[in-house]
């Protein structure tokens, strides 16, 4: 059933407050309904808030242990497995356009952001029903309009959602369905957003650390790219990558 709700969505359909720290069963149902959509009638992404006080590696535990959750759904929902095709660290300072990540067609990513003092702006563009709209598929409107290159992000605007609630004092995790397949009529296949970052005060003396997973849904039995010991790796790693500087790619921040 496709509901024509209007874009943008309000922060009571996507903003959850989780300081509790736990991932419940509630949550990662309600985190799947919204994040991993096979019809336009949910965003397609959420923004979780753990509080101010949530530890970098409380963090990211959370962010591992939600997936584990999701995994658990996805599982009962769909028989396919959830699995990690990436997790990593960064200190992300840089604006970028409204874009997809890399990765395969059903994918969705689980981005934690540490409190920090420089401060961004988060929106996300729901171009898989822009595509509907114009009678193209998610990747037809890619080839067509991509907002990288030309001027498909005023195409865009009318599906945009600015996340109001994100704030740089927070711990948060953002999730983000990163998928790029066609609506199917058996309503199974996930429909994507597009996001975008705009960095208000960048400083080389600051970080703004993003805690950073891909996920995608695989078939039953499919080996996981990222290790369980990689994955306690990025858990309790203090290694963070420096994203969008010319001078210093890769720095070891104890
Ligand atoms: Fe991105």
Redesign the pocket.
Known sequence: MHTESATPWLARDYVRDVSSGNVTDELANDVYRLVCRTDLSSPGFCLLNLGSNASSESLRRFMVSLKRQLQEVHQARRQRELVFLSAARFDQQTT?KL?R?GGPDECFLVLGYEPSEVRSEVVLADYSRCARDMRLTPNEFLEQHNPMFGPGAELLRPYATRVEAFSNEAAQVLLINNSSAALSKDGTTWQGVL?TATIVNPCDDKRRVVNSMMVASVPLGTVEPVSLSEQDEFITTTTVRRRGYDRQHLTDDQ
Do not use: L, Q, S
Request: avoid cysteine.
């Open positions: 970028t874009h990540d996001h």
